[in-house]
């Protein structure tokens, strides 16, 4: 019987070695002052660019959209998360427009990463987008992370405008529901 | 005896410490795609010489789907064009994303009176369980694998290793190919160049 706390030290210390990697990656680290600095070219709809707050067509940066704070899902057209993924997102969109307390303050856009603006289309047809989406075929997103991203991946920043932007949270992967994403928003009022 | 009583007790503890370890992978379905794709890293852009050129018929070949029906090039003649998409191997990068992006452009596929075959010289279980990540598939998804890669072969289009090229055949209703593209296997094709070689073909 003595052996039993023996096997059990040795289950343990099995699952300590077994478990170090895990421990040891590194977590994802967003470069916000780097994000803050892409050049995305404005929406051509109309109502797109009223939603940002973008006087005109051109050229913008995040810290140029008229919100307090910017909700950016990195997806990609192909990745078959984002796909199943892509209704929820839409639902909380709509559950931020119904919010009083962020309908004007929390903006929405999504970046498809490694997609061409007729990919991008593609998805937004097929999903019925209602926020907008901006193609990165040029993977410029990725160089804000400290590793490869996954898609679907959430990044919530405080917009200071000409001061840049300030990470309020970063997630990783579907989200549980719209309702509880949008319920959570870690936003001050 | 001693050493008989001891047997279940560590076997319950491996099988413990194995489904701790494997129970995050196991409950997130939806990232399976993520966590178990293989990386090879860069690989050689292309590994074979295709002798097929646009304006050849092109090569008849008979493969099975995922639910065991056989599928010919030739059933298609005179009523559809056609778009085989080989791709190098499940459970890879770029592969196990290539498919997803065709699945929602089905309507670019349609408007061009177009099916897509896909085709991998992996075997139909493993081929099944890749795709079942996907969401269900509107295209049909045939395993090359025995003789192995022989349609790959065919087409010009198998790599030294034993997969294929990342290759894209347009055909058209006469059974003519019409478009070839063996992609750099590290770089996802841009959709809208297969829209717009589609989009030539005759209606």
Redesign the interface.
């Known amino acids: 019987m003595k ?2 706390p023996c ?2 030290a040795a ?1 343990a210390a ?2 300590v070695i ?1 478990s170090m990697p895990v421990l040891a990656e590194d977590p994802l680290r967003v470069d916000v002052e780097k994000l803050g600095q892409i050049k995305f070219a404005a929406p051509e709809n109309p109502t797109e660019r009223k939603y940002l707050g973008l006087a005109g067509s051109g050229e913008f940066k995040l810290t140029d959209v008229q919100g307090k704070y910017i909700i950016i899902e990195v997806f ?6 984002c ?2 993924e892509a209704p929820k997102v839409n639902k909380v969109h709509g559950l931020i427009a119904k919010n009083s307390a962020h309908s004007e303050t929390v903006k929405l856009v999504g970046i498809g990463t ?1 997609n ?1 603006p ?2 991008v289309d ?2 937004r047809r ?1 999903y019925s987008v209602p926020f907008p989406l901006f193609p990165d075929d040029n993977f410029l997103i990725q160089r804000v992370f400290s590793q490869q991203v ?1 898609t679907p991946t959430f990044i919530i920043v405080k917009n200071l405008g000409k001061k840049g932007l300030e990470l309020v949270d970063l997630r990783v ?2 989200l549980d529901s719209a309702e509880t994403f949008s319920k959570n928003l870690p936003l001050a009022p | 005896m001693g050493t008989l009583d001891r047997r279940p007790l560590i076997a319950g503890l491996l099988a413990v410490l194995a489904l701790m370890l494997y129970l995050p992978a196991a409950s997130a379905v939806a990232d399976v795609l993520d966590y178990c794709i293989y990386n090879p890293g860069q690989l050689k852009p292309t590994d074979s010489g295709t002798r097929i050129k646009v304006g050849d018929p092109a090569p008849d070949f008979k493969l099975t789907d995922l639910s065991g029906e056989s599928v010919t090039l030739s059933q298609y003649r005179g009523k559809k064009n056609v778009v085989i998409s080989f791709v190098p191997a499940a459970w890879t990068p770029i592969c196990s994303q290539q498919w997803p992006g065709y699945n929602i452009a089905k309507d670019i596929f349609e408007q061009n009176e177009a099916v897509l075959l896909g085709i991998s010289v992996d075997n139909v279980p493993t081929l099944y369980a890749w795709t079942q990540q996907m969401g269900k598939l509107w295209f049909p998804v045939l395993s090359d694998f025995w003789p192995h890669g022989a349609v790959a072969a065919k087409y010009g289009v198998l790599r030294q290793d034993g997969v294929s090229e990342r290759a894209l055949f347009v055909i058209d209703k006469k059974g003519v190919i019409r478009y070839i593209d063996v992609h750099d296997i590290n770089i996802m094709p841009r959709l809208e160049d297969l829209a717009k070689e589609l989009s030539r073909l005759e209606k």
Do not use: D, N
Request: aromatic letters at 16%; glycine letters at 8%.
């Open positions: 052996k039993i096997l059990f289950a099995l699952l077994t990609s057209m192909y990745c078959p998360i796909q199943r490694g061409t007729f990919e593609v998805f097929k996954k992967g579907p």
